[in-house]
């Protein structure tokens, strides 16, 4: 029905007339570039004020009211509406569109005039086409609200941050629809202060709702109305536990694996830090430790002797410059030394005043502690930090430095030894499977098992709970878990009562096919959302970005 009556087109910023043109061509031409105006007749369009404006009216003699919807051809008046369009070559587009009033002559409607819509063009109150507002709703879901309007500018969008978070805000809510499983997790909202709880169709593995907190109480309120929950993935937190209780008490809750295996993992670094002796070798108690030290001792005397020799021999040669005459920076030339050094050896009177500290014969702070330094150090005790602490409580006043100089040469003295591997590496080892392991840390792990067998009895129980968890034998867990209680691991027990309280959940877990790892994706992509939005980043407006944004 379009009908289109040329008047003005723009060539190259020119506004020139169009006399030849066939209309079928015209009605085309508008037709491809703007198919939203189809309903409509096209009078003008022209270039104004560096902006295309489009000239139209409404084409049809009746409207359909929006109330009652029944048709009415009685017009009370006429105006025109002023929309902004998508741009076309980066110039903005405004559209003068002419509406009617009409009478509803529905004696039983609410309203007694109305205005005509024009379908995929016009809304009420609207100042922007469905097309452009469109196209800003999909720039505010995915930028929000500055990075959205910088963006906006360079396609030739004028709009400003706080309408694109307005534009969101006005979005309705994704429909939920049936429901089979839903995955439950928290998110902070202000970390270490307030949280959020996301909830997930683990079906189509999209976002469906997020609550303002994570109360058993609100998560039972959101679950009653939805009876067609069969299934609830959660992690081992009793507030999710006890609000599917409450609001979905027909439906199976099952853990999640990775907070399983996780928590298990946690366990067994708590053992092996319970068992950290056994992870080195024990210490060398033999009597030829204080022959040792005593060598080494020996060894740092003749070193500090040359030292002595050395600065003698230039303190003798210095004098014997400045009593030749010379001066002491044509010392410092022929002997190639600083003019400092030069100056310091020259004022001393003797080469005695030039030696300090070690190369020295002077009492130090330290030789009081050195029995009690001897007697730790056969103990095994290497750490200079520690042995401070030790002997600054029996009354030592010098400094780290003194003590680390005196241990120098009883380290010297010592064997180098492989350093003991950390509980970290000993326990991503127990946690690893035996095929990943490289050959020297199978190697080190079997010589730590050798030192312990509670570590050995540990690495069993691991490599038991894992193979029921990956192949989802979640039947043997009764089993597993008596075999935990046979053994002296406080830690595994304490993992163990933990599963026993969530007995259920937890088979279901090692039973099911169902996991947490869409609910954890998506918490990712909040921490990002909440990232991108800075201050703005309210639950309300970030409850529609992570609904709404696909």
Known sequence: ????????????????????????????????????????????????????????????????CQRCGISAGRRHSRYRRRLHDLPVSGRPILIELEVRRFFCDNPTCVVRTFVEQIPDLTQRYARRTPLLRAALEAIALALAGRAGARLAS????????????????????????????????????????????????????????????????????????????????????SAYAEGAVKGAPQATQCA???????????????????????????????????????????????????????????????????????SLRAIARQLRM????????????????????????????????????HQRWQAGERNATRLLKEITALGYRGSYGALSTYLRPLRAARPVAPPAPSVRKVTG????????????HQLQLATVLDRCPELTALLKHVRTFAIMLTKRRGQDLPGWLAAVRADDLPALHAFAGGLERDLDAVTAGLTLPWSSGPVEGHVNRIKMLKRQMFGRAGFLLLRKRVLLTT
């Open 429 to 440: 080892w127990l946690a690893t499977h035996p095929d990943r392991l490289e050959d020297a």
């Open 1 to 64: 029905m379009i009908r289109f009556i040329p008047e003005l087109i723009i060539t190259s910023g020119r506004e020139v007339i169009v006399q030849h043109a066939q209309a079928g061509e015209e009605a085309c031409c508008v037709l491809l570039l703007f198919p939203h105006l189809s309903q409509v007749h096209v009078d003008a369009i022209k270039h104004d004020q560096g902006r295309l404006l489009i000239t139209a009216r409404s084409g049809t003699d009746h409207s359909i």
């Open 338 to 373: 600083g003019d400092r050094t030069v100056i310091r050896y020259a004022h001393a009177a003797s080469p005695e005043e030039l030696l300090w500290g070690q190369w020295t014969n002077k009492p130090s702070a330290v030789d009081d502690f050195k029995p009690y330094l």
């Open 256 to 326: 999640d694996r990775w907070h399983l295996w996780h928590n298990l993992v946690q366990a067994v670094e708590r053992s092996v830090t319970r068992h950290r002796p056994c992870l080195s070798d024990p210490p060398d108690d033999g009597p030829e430790q204080p022959e040792r030290a005593s060598a080494a001792q020996t060894t740092a005397r003749q070193g500090s002797t040359r030292f002595a020799e050395r600065t003698r021999a230039k303190h003798a040669r210095i004098h014997e410059l400045k009593a030749a005459g010379h």
């Open 154 to 237: 360079v396609l030739g969008l004028a709009v400003g941050r706080s309408t694109l978070i307005r534009l969101i805000h006005a979005l309705p809510d994704p429909e939920i629809g049936q429901l089979t499983a839903v995955g439950v997790d928290d998110f902070a909202l202000r970390r270490g202060s307030s949280y959020g709880t996301v909830l997930i169709d683990m079906t189509t593995r999209r976002p469906i709702d997020l609550l303002p907190d994570r109360q058993a109480d609100t998560l039972a309120d959101w679950l009653r109305p939805h009876s067609d929950v069969e299934v609830i993935c959660r992690d081992r937190a």
